[in-house]
């Protein structure tokens, strides 16, 4: 049996082309991971709420796209929390990467520093911190934000 080499080597460039592109959808196609922070009672006064290290690098979508939240208890007026990146145990260390706001109603704001999606590096310690000024009502406090886990 003999081959064409011409017509082979068109065969294999259009193989790989075609290969070319399902591996371009899969990286379209990312796998989504939630950050999840929650608390029961009312922070204090810049209060670190919660923390955690970031084993992989963090992709978050701009404005926090597809974020969703409940609180128990509405705050007086609007609280707004920050979640910071980096730094210390330190909770005005760290650069500000978005914010969430709880309204009296209980409807969640949720928004970010940069217009298009933050990478947060690998090893990042990532912190939830509340505003200076407490608020009794707040409580039973939950939210998710989905992103992007990335090598």
Not at 91 to 118: H, K, M
């Amino acid at each position: 049996m003999s081959y064409d080499p011409a017509a082979l080597a068109a065969l294999i460039g259009d193989m790989t082309g075609k290969l070319d592109q399902v591996i371009g959808l899969g990286a379209l196609q990312r796998a989504t991971y939630d950050l999840v922070f929650r608390f029961q009672s009312a922070p204090g006064a810049n209060e670190i709420i919660d923390f955690f290290l970031l084993g992989s690098a963090y992709v978050l979508p701009a404005q926090m796209a597809g974020a969703i939240g409940f609180a128990g208890g509405h705050p007086v007026a609007d609280y707004v929390l920050t979640l910071r990146a980096g730094g210390t145990l330190d909770p005005a260390t760290g650069d500000v990467i978005g914010t969430i706001t709880i309204s009296p109603a209980g409807l969640f704001t949720f928004a970010t520093v940069s217009t298009v999606e933050t990478i947060v590096p690998k090893g990042s310690l990532i912190k939830l911190v509340g505003q200076p000024v407490v608020d009794a009502g707040l409580s039973g406090v939950t939210f998710a934000m989905p992103g992007f886990l990335s090598a």
